[in-house]
């Protein structure tokens, strides 16, 4: 594409792909928290039926989701930014951290505030459940609510620093990939900015602030931001000429990889087997990348097309938002209507995981309405600041 001086775009099989992707690792996101909350964990069960091992199996998906999700943002953004670059399209970097900072920031601030409200109301009104004062050993929350939940975790939380500085707010631990994609953002537009400026002094700081941020950020936020990068490779391999593998030839290879995921999972891994852990979440990474690649190769419309995207507009405000909500849905439940929480897998726990996920999902996309779909009003506003600011500087000069 280089030297054509056309912007990328993905095209309609993609874009339906990804959507869909966005919506089913969401999905897959709550539901799982929502199952470890409602049913107890599997190793407490006894001879489960194949019926509740498949559940199990599925629902057990979270982890693998968020790996989904930092191979699309590095597809998107990353890969978007670097073809730009090849096509003779300067990088912007001040329109980048614009279009950056209202995509994360629309939904992002209320959501800290509201359901970081939500939160202080359940520990307030719910203490007796020991939802928000004993641990929850859910995905991403080995800690009690309580002990996140003061005046620091709030400012760090906003400022990106959950998970670097201060814990995740109160409940919300899944807020840990808010912060891991915040700051590939950082590191990926700062050495942008150093290939794509002219200007020494510039490409110095820019490279001297990607390289800081490597150095002060925790190894495992780093380390995972390889895999963000593998998505933005593979959005360049994707459009160009070379050969793509078949969409049948990828997914045995994709289930293959889930299945040693989900095995490795039921290991413990220390510190000192970190790199193990990464290397099966670069293995899931690839093998949804390699599904990725192969839809680069048809290129036609899609009946389900249209519901995808309009599923996937709220996928971001459900993944913020549902887990504080989901707990205090269930405190609510457990105080008011006697209904228990780790309780043993039946036919009444599968409807009541379904009613909390619809609750969510409601929730979720009026929430989108009302915050994530002014993404585009916030960015021109923004727009509007920078260019104000700009000429005011020019007049002062």
Not at 164 to 170: K, N, S, W
């Amino acid at each position: 594409m280089g030297g054509t001086g056309v912007a990328y775009r993905p095209s309609a099989s993609v874009s339906n792909f990804i959507n869909l992707s966005r919506w089913v690792a969401a999905l897959l996101v709550a539901g799982g928290h929502t199952r470890q909350l409602i049913l107890m964990d599997y190793s407490k069960l006894r001879h489960p039926s194949w019926g509740w091992k498949i559940f199990y199996f599925f629902t057990q998906l979270g982890h693998e989701a968020v790996m989904v999700f930092f191979i699309i943002s590095g597809y998107l953004i990353g890969g978007a930014a670097i073809m730009k670059q090849r096509a003779r399209i300067s990088f912007d970097a001040k329109d980048y951290a614009v279009h950056r900072a209202a995509r994360i920031y629309t939904a992002y601030l209320p959501a800290v505030l509201l359901f970081g409200g939500l939160d202080l109301l359940g520990s307030y009104l719910f203490s007796e459940t020991g939802l928000y004062s004993s641990e929850l050993h859910i995905s991403s929350m080995g800690r009690p609510a309580n002990d996140a939940l003061g005046l620091l975790p709030f400012l760090g939380n906003l400022t990106m620093l959950q998970t670097v500085l201060v814990p995740t707010l109160g409940t919300n631990g899944p807020l840990w990939s808010l912060a891991c994609e915040w700051w590939y953002y950082c590191i990926f537009g700062a050495a942008m900015l150093a290939v794509a400026d002219r200007r020494l002094a510039v490409r110095a700081f820019a490279l001297g602030t990607a390289g800081l941020l490597c150095l002060l950020l925790p190894l495992e936020i780093v380390a995972w931001g390889l895999i963000w990068l593998l998505g933005a490779g593979i959005a360049v391999y994707g459009n160009s000429s070379r050969p793509k593998p078949g969409f049948w030839l990828t997914i045995p290879f994709a289930a293959a990889v889930i299945v040693v995921s989900r095995l490795s999972h039921t290991r413990t891994f220390g510190h000192h087997l970190a790199d193990a852990r990464f290397l099966v979440d670069l293995a899931i990474a690839l093998a949804y990348g390699l599904v990725l690649l192969s839809m680069h190769r048809v290129d036609r419309p899609h009946p389900l097309a249209r519901l995808n995207e309009r599923l996937a507009g709220f996928s971001y405000s459900l993944y913020l938002i549902h887990f504080p909500l989901m707990v205090f849905i269930v405190a609510f439940a457990s105080t008011f209507l006697g209904v228990g929480y780790l309780r043993s897998p039946t036919a009444g726990g599968l409807l009541y995981i379904f009613a909390v996920l619809t609750i969510l999902c409601a929730v979720a996309f009026a929430f989108a309405a009302t915050f994530e779909e002014q993404t585009q009003r916030v960015r021109g506003l923004l727009r509007s600041f920078r260019r104000r600011r700009g000429m005011e500087l020019a007049s002062a000069a």
